[in-house]
């Protein structure tokens, strides 16, 4: 799959209020809130939903449906806060920012704009443009990296879940009929792309969305989950979503466009003025093709990334250090150039010459700035994978010590030789 071609946008933040009309968000994107009356907290009641759900699960060792707000209006979940358990009803609060465009009044609705809390709707209703000009042949993909903004109740747990996030998303435009092969393509790819960047699979599970959770457009779903909170007791609430990966069918450009009509022969869109349809040349029809969409979030993949290379060593001192196990491709910073004495001028032009001859090809720093225990100890900390030290001995016989961040091993390398080891060694496999 990552062998097809995709085309990469940066779209507009700040979209028209008929994009997210037509896309649903308007009157979907809402989660819905409870209030405890007792202590005045707020909630996520779909949240309070889930974990009454996994609650039943464990009493009754089956999967449980839990249709509704009974539970909640019936008393059988308490406030996480207080512990009491009387209820406001549950309302729905739509998650899109507002703002509005022009010199015009606050409230007029002619000048309402969202910022866009998908970067997704951006790709679709510039599908004629991204067709028109890069003339691509289904199936292909337009990828996406942006910021996304929503009006969370609930931000926090450090930065999974925050107000203004950083998403990676993908169309993936196919024929229709060749959707459900391509989404399980694109469900094992995104998987194994986790895996390869070194995210253990002990921490990853693939979540397949039931029926009642799927959304609207959507015909099938599902998440690739991580153990983001591994502290807490029961193991089915150790999971939540790194990254979702839909087939979203045709809904997206059907709904964006002039032409197509309700049952009742309404056009869906009486706004549109484009068709986002497609021509085959092939087989000289024209449709709307489908989508498969894997939506993941940057935020996500970078804390999911650092909680599972955090590592802690303790010497024979009682004393803790920090190591972060990064793997090579993820790391910032891939080797640091440190001199072992900084006071000796020919040692440190050694060292920084080796750092300038390094960085065209690897991000490499130099760093003299504390006794050597001190500085492996800074770079493991980051993550850096290996540190090369330049020694009295350097002078006589041009050779390095190159020391891995997580076997500690040590190695001397020739400097002229030093670039090819390195990047042998961050070669994959090695
Ligand atoms: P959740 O159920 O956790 O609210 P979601 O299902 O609404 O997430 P999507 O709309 O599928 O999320 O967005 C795709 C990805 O964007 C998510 O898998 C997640 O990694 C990321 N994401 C969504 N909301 C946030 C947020 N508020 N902060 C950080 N990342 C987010």
């Not at 729905?92 to 609705?109: I, S, Y």
């Not at 969370?152 to 459900?180: A, K, L, S, W």
């Not at 290996?386 to 190695?411: G, K, N, P, W, Y």
Request: glycine letters at 6%; hydrophobic letters at 35%.
């Amino acid at each position: 799959m990552t062998g097809r071609v995709a085309s990469r946008l940066d779209s507009s933040i700040i979209l028209n209020r008929l994009v997210w009309k037509y896309s649903g968000h308007e009157e979907t994107f809402t989660d819905p809130l409870v209030d405890c009356r007792e202590c005045q907290s707020r909630f996520r009641a779909d949240k309070l939903k889930e974990e009454y759900r996994q609650l039943k699960m464990a009493q009754f060792h089956d999967r449980v449906l839990v249709v509704g707000w009974g539970f909640l209006e019936r008393g059988e979940m308490r406030c996480p806060n207080c512990g009491k358990a009387n209820w406001t009803g549950v309302r729905p609060f739509n998650l899109m920012f507002r703002t509005h465009v022009g010199a015009t009044a606050e409230d007029d609705p002619e000048a309402r704009v969202y910022l866009r809390p998908e970067t997704a709707q951006g790709i679709f209703i510039n599908f004629l443009n991204i067709l028109n000009t890069s003339r691509r042949k289904l199936p292909f993909g337009v990828a996406q990296i942006g910021k996304s903004f929503r009006n969370e109740v609930t931000p926090g747990n450090f930065i999974f879940r925050t107000r203004e996030f950083e998403q990676m998303e993908m169309e993936y435009f196919v024929r229709p009929g060749e959707d459900e092969k391509a989404h399980q393509e694109w469900i094992d790819a995104c998987r194994q792309w986790f895996l390869d960047i070194g995210i253990s699979p002990d921490n990853l599970r693939l979540y397949e969305q039931p029926k009642e959770e799927l959304a609207h457009y959507a015909k099938r779903t599902v998440d690739i989950q991580y153990r983001f909170f591994p502290e807490r007791e029961d193991e089915e609430r150790h999971w939540d979503e790194l990254m979702g990966i839909a087939n979203r069918t045709d809904f997206d450009l059907r709904t964006h466009s002039k032409k197509p009509e309700d049952a009742e022969g309404k056009r869906l869109n009486p706004d549109s003025t484009e068709d986002l349809s497609y021509f085959d040349e092939q087989t000289k029809q024209r449709f709307y093709p489908y989508v498969i969409e894997p939506a993941a979030g940057v935020n996500r993949t970078v804390l999911a990334l650092l909680m599972d290379a955090y590592s802690e060593k303790t010497n024979d001192k009682g004393e803790t250090r920090v190591i972060l196990k990064l793997h090579h491709s993820m790391a910032p910073i891939k080797v640091a150039v440190l001199p072992l004495a900084k006071n000796k001028p020919e040692i440190v032009g050694m060292a920084k010459a080796i750092k300038r001859s390094l960085q065209p090809i690897m991000r490499a720093v130099y760093d003299d700035t504390g006794g050597i225990g001190k500085l492996y100890a800074r770079q493991d900390e980051v993550g850096t994978p290996f540190c090369v030290t330049v020694d009295h001995q350097s002078l006589e016989d041009e050779a390095v010590t190159v020391r891995d961040r997580d076997t500690l091993e040590q190695e001397r390398v020739k400097v002229a030789d030093l670039s090819m080891h390195l990047l042998q060694r961050f070669s994959p496999g090695s």
